[in-house]
Nanobody
Framework: QVHVVESGGGLAQAGGSRRLSCVVSGRTFSGYAVGWFRQGPGKNREFVAH????????HYADSVKGRFTISRDTTKNTVDLQMDSLKSEDTAVYYC?????????????????????WGQGTQVTVSS
């Protein structure tokens, strides 16, 4: 079983920054991918970014490209999401998820069904 826990949510000012962290533990498979998704008020859960553990390649949604940075710490088994130049529309519950980029369900890593394990989410509120 893989256990996923997010932290770092809270209140931020528009134009400000916030850093989220995701800890992955338990039985993990080599070469897994860690993704961040978010769900704003009244919206569907949407892809934000992902990182492939082996090699560190990344992919971002257009809405956050240039503002958010995803990174991993292989010694701590953590994946961080650095969020800069925050906007009010970034307000959402942010979820961390783990998937297998070499599995049958993997496409481009932007769909919810491509990830097998999810955290409980952490709320980020951006005030304008």
């Amino acid at each position: 079983q893989v256990h996923v826990v997010e932290s770092g949510g809270g209140l931020a000012q528009a134009g400000g920054s916030r850093r989220l962290s995701c800890v992955v533990s338990g039985r993990t498979f080599s070469g897994y991918a860690v993704g961040w998704f978010r769900q704003g008020p009244g919206k569907n859960r949407e892809f934000v970014a992902h990182i492939i553990w082996s090699g560190g390649s990344t992919h971002y949604a257009d809405s956050v490209k240039g503002r958010f940075t995803i990174s991993r710490d292989t010694t701590k088994n953590t994946v961080d999401l650095q969020m800069d130049s925050l906007k009010s529309e970034d307000t959402a519950v942010y979820y961390c998820a783990v998937g297998d980029p070499y599995g049958r369900s993997w496409n481009m890593g932007v769909g919810r069904n491509e990830y097998d394990y999810w955290g409980q989410g952490t709320q980020v509120t951006v005030s304008s």
